[in-house]
Structures are given as structure tokens and as C-alpha cells.
């Protein structure tokens, strides 16, 4: 065997052992979670309502909250960062405020989530006088989501090669023939990678929303009104270990525990499902 080849054969076996130590991790996080929570999660804990005091309490209202606020925060905050992503990849100059814009991007990428937490307070709920509210608690969300959604589809685009605009444009197309319809299909998997993974985060997030979306949650569910607070599960979780007085308060964390993860495999499958279909097509 030439020194070559077990230079091969040791880097394979690394990158592998990298691979299922990965798979280890990931095991040894949600397994627990899951056998002690799943068992909790049953129809009465999905559609009663959360009790501050008493034992038994459900987190329908939280349930739906976290559904609602993620949604709104991806409805806020795709056009921009997609839209960003595509400028700074297809029409931005190499130049002092392209390189300024892509600072931007990253310094926002880098600034903590209880610091955008304590950003969304001041503006939406002392400034803007909203309260905590379900809007105030998205639009927070949504600056969270935006670096990510840049950077990905500004790095999904520029990966299409080259020669597919040129074909295009070869052929008469404007640029933005060339965009819509021969660039942003092409990068349309990277670009839904960037959006599962703000989702994911978006479920889970906490102190973003403890600052701008507060933690209580409206005694009637679904509660589809913006100017309410709206406690979601990562933040119920939050609460109840914390500072909950409810006396099955590990019960309720466990349970929404085991939601949550169900939640973000659910989106994350309800994302890659069509991608995958997508990327069969395109063979």
C-alpha cells in the first residue's frame, strides 16, 4: 500500500468517525428528552390551557403561539433577507458599500439574541407603546432571521455557475429573465436550507421573546390577535422551571420539551419533502 493511499484510507476513517460521533451527540440530546416527554404529550396536554398555579395544565395556547409568531416572523423577514441575498450576489458592485452592507450582515449575525431581545423592548414595547405583543415578539424574530437568510441565498446564488447566465443572456434574455428563471431555481436548495434553519432557531427561541412577546398567553385559543402577548413553548419551558409555581412544573417542561423537538423534525421534513422532490426532478 503506497503512503498515498493510507493517507486515504486514515482521512476517510476520520471524516467518518466525525460523522457518527455527530449522530452520537444528536442521539444522546434527544433520546432522554423524548422518553420521559413523549408519554406526557397526549390530547389534553395538546388543548388545555396553561394553569400558573394549579397541576395539570395543558399548552395548546403556547402550542399555537409558537406556529404563529415563526410563521409571521418568515412572512417579515423572507422578501428582505431573499431579496438582499439575490442583490448582493447579481447586482452589487465590488466596492466600499457592498463591503460595508456585507459587514452589516455579519456584525447582525454576531449580535446575541437577548440583545436583539432587549432591542425589540425598547423600540416596540416602550417606544412604540405596543406592550408585549405577538407582532412586537415577530418582527424582533425576524432580525434574528435576517443574516441567516442573507448570507445563504447571497451564497446559494453564486453558486450557479457561470455559464448558466451566459446561456441566458446569450439567448436574449434581460437579467432578470436570467434571475427568475434560470439562477434562482437553480439555487433554490441552498436557499431552503437557509430557510430551515431560521425556522428551527425561530421555534426555539427564547429570549428573544421574553423581552418583546412576553410570558402569558391568552386564556382562549387560537387567539390570532397581534397586539396580545404570546408566551410560546421554548419560553413556557422557560417559565416553569424557573420561576413556575405550578407543582407538575417538571411534567409540563418535559412535555413541551418532547413538542418542541417533534415541531422543529415536523417543519424540518414539511421543507425538505418538496426539496427532495425538487432535486429528483432536476436530474
Known amino acids: 500500500m503506497t503512503r498515498q493511499q493510507i493517507a486515504d484510507r486514515v482521512a476517510t476513517a476520520v471524516l467518518w468517525a466525525a460523522g457518527i460521533l455527530i449522530l452520537l451527540i ?18 389534553q396536554f395538546l388543548t388545555t390551557r396553561s394553569s400558573a ?15 404563529y409568531i415563526t410563521g409571521l416572523s418568515l412572512l417579515f423577514s423572507l422578501p428582505v433577507g431573499v431579496g438582499a ?28 439574541s437577548i440583545v436583539l431581545g432587549l432591542f425589540g423592548m425598547i423600540l416596540f414595547v416602550n417606544y412604540m407603546g405596543w406592550g408585549f405583543t405577538i407582532l412586537g415578539g415577530s418582527l424582533s424574530l425576524a432580525l434574528l432571521n435576517l443574516p441567516v437568510l442573507v448570507r445563504n441565498t447571497e451564497e446559494a446564488v453564486r453558486a450557479v455557475p457561470q ?5 441566458s443572456l446569450g439567448l436574449g434574455a434581460t437579467q432578470w429573465q436570467t434571475i427568475s428563471r434560470v439562477v ?13 434553519l431560521v425556522a428551527g432557531r425561530a421555534l426555539g427561541e427564547t429570549a428573544v421573546l421574553i423581552y418583546t412577546a ?18 410560546t413553548l421554548a419560553v413556557r419551558i422557560w417559565s416553569v422551571t424557573s420561576e413556575g409555581l405550578v407543582p407538575d412544573a417538571d411534567r409540563i417542561a418535559m412535555g413541551a420539551s418532547a413538542l418542541l423537538i417533534l415541531l422543529v423534525l415536523f417543519v424540518n421534513f414539511l421543507i425538505a419533502l418538496p426539496l427532495y422532490r425538487y432535486r429528483r426532478r432536476m436530474r
Open 163 to 167: 455559464s448558466y447566465r451566459e446561456g
Open 26 to 43: 444528536l442521539a444522546g440530546f434527544l433520546l432522554p428528552i423524548l422518553i420521559e416527554g413523549l408519554p406526557v404529550v397526549d390530547w
Open 53 to 67: 398555579y394549579r397541576a395539570g395544565g395543558g399548552v395548546g395556547a403556547q402550542l399555537f403561539n409558537t406556529i
Open 214 to 231: 412576553g410570558v402569558t398567553a391568552s386564556r382562549h385559543f387560537p387567539n390570532p390577535d397581534l397586539m396580545i402577548a404570546g408566551e
Open 85 to 112: 441575498g439575490i442583490y448582493m450576489a447579481e447586482y452589487a458592485k465590488p466596492g466600499r458599500m457592498t463591503d460595508l452592507i456585507r459587514l452589516s450582515v455579519e456584525a447582525l449575525a454576531s449580535v446575541p
Open 184 to 196: 434562482l431555481p437553480s439555487a433554490l436548495p441552498g436557499i431552503l436550507t437557509g430557510l430551515t
